[in-house]
C-alpha cells in the first residue's frame, strides 16, 4: 500500500509539474476572462459562466442536485436508526429522567413546546443569527455576477444557517414556527431557471441566452440587471431546498426513534 501511495502520488506531482511549468496556446480561459463582462454583463468570471456561457451545464447540476436530495429523502422516510446509536447527550438524558416527554427530540417539560434549557446560551445566540446570515446570503446573491458570490453560496449559507436551528432547537421547535418545504423550493428553482432559459426562445434567441439591461433609478443611480439574475434565483432556490431537504431527513430520524421507544415503553406498560 504504501509503495503504491507513493507511487499514484509521484506520478500525479509530475504530471502537475508538466503542466503548470508549460505554455498553454490552446487555452480557453482568455476568451472567458476578455468576454464575461461584454457579451456575460459581469466582471465576476466564475459566475458568468455558471449562469452564462454554460448555463445549460448548471441547468443540468442543479437538477442532479434535486434528484439527490428527494432520492435521500425518500429513501431516508423508511430508514429507522438502531438502538444502539441514538443515544442522546448525558445532559439530555438527565433532564428526561425528572421530568420528560417521551416523544420529544430534545428534552421537554409535559405540555410544553419548548425546549428545557439545554445549550440555552448558544440557542439564543443561533437564533439572533438566522436573520444576520439572511442579509448576508442576500448580498452574497446580489454581488456575485461582479464580485465573489452567487446564487449557490448564497444558498448554502441561509441552508446552514437554518439547519443550526435545529441543532439548538430540535426539529419540532423548528418546524412548529418555521413551515420550510424544501421540495417546493426544489420544484421553484428548477422551473425558474427553465423559464429563464425558455424567455430567450420567446425572443429569438438560442435557449439561455443572457441580456443585460442597463438604467437610472432614484437614489441608486445607473444599475445593470443581467437575465442571468433570474436564473441565479432558480440555482439558489434549488440549493437551499436540496440542502434542507438532505439535513432536515438526517433531523427527522430523531422524531421517529422517539416514536419507537415511545411505543415500546407503551407496549411494555400494557403487557405489565
Not at 461584454?38 to 465576476?44: A, E, I, K, Q, S
Request: no cysteine.
Amino acid at each position: 500500500d504504501l509503495a503504491l501511495a507513493l507511487l499514484v502520488g509521484a506520478g500525479l506531482a509530475a504530471l502537475s509539474y508538466a503542466l503548470l511549468t508549460r505554455a498553454a496556446p490552446l487555452s480557453i480561459s482568455p476568451y472567458f476572462l476578455d468576454h464575461a463582462l461584454p457579451l456575460g454583463g459581469g466582471t465576476n468570471v466564475v459566475n458568468v459562466m455558471l449562469v452564462d456561457f454554460r448555463a445549460f451545464d448548471t441547468l443540468g447540476e442543479i437538477s442532479v442536485l434535486g434528484i439527490v436530495g428527494l432520492t435521500v429523502f425518500a429513501l431516508l422516510r423508511r430508514f429507522r436508526p438502531p438502538h444502539e446509536v441514538i443515544e442522546r447527550p448525558s445532559q439530555q438524558r438527565a433532564i428526561e429522567l425528572s421530568d420528560a416527554a417521551v416523544d420529544a427530540d430534545l428534552a421537554t417539560t409535559r405540555g410544553a413546546s419548548t425546549p428545557q434549557p439545554y445549550l440555552e446560551v448558544p440557542a439564543v445566540l443561533v437564533r439572533l443569527l438566522l436573520p444576520v446570515s439572511a442579509v448576508f446570503a442576500a448580498h452574497l446573491f446580489l454581488r456575485g455576477h461582479n464580485f465573489p458570490g452567487g446564487g449557490f453560496v448564497s444558498g448554502l449559507v441561509l441552508a446552514l444557517a437554518v439547519i443550526a436551528q435545529y441543532l439548538v432547537g430540535g426539529t419540532r421547535w423548528v418546524e412548529e414556527r418555521m413551515p420550510l418545504r424544501p421540495p417546493r423550493w426544489i420544484g421553484a428553482g428548477l422551473l425558474i431557471a427553465l423559464l429563464t432559459g425558455l424567455g430567450s426562445l420567446a425572443l429569438g434567441y438560442p435557449f439561455l441566452t443572457t441580456h443585460t439591461a442597463h438604467f437610472r433609478l432614484p437614489l441608486l443611480g445607473e444599475v445593470h440587471l443581467p437575465s442571468a439574475v433570474f436564473f441565479d434565483v432558480g440555482v439558489f432556490a434549488v440549493v437551499l431546498g436540496s440542502t434542507l431537504l438532505l439535513l432536515t431527513s438526517i433531523a427527522h430520524q430523531s422524531l421517529r426513534s422517539r416514536r419507537r421507544q415511545g411505543a415500546a415503553v407503551a407496549a411494555a406498560g400494557h403487557g405489565g
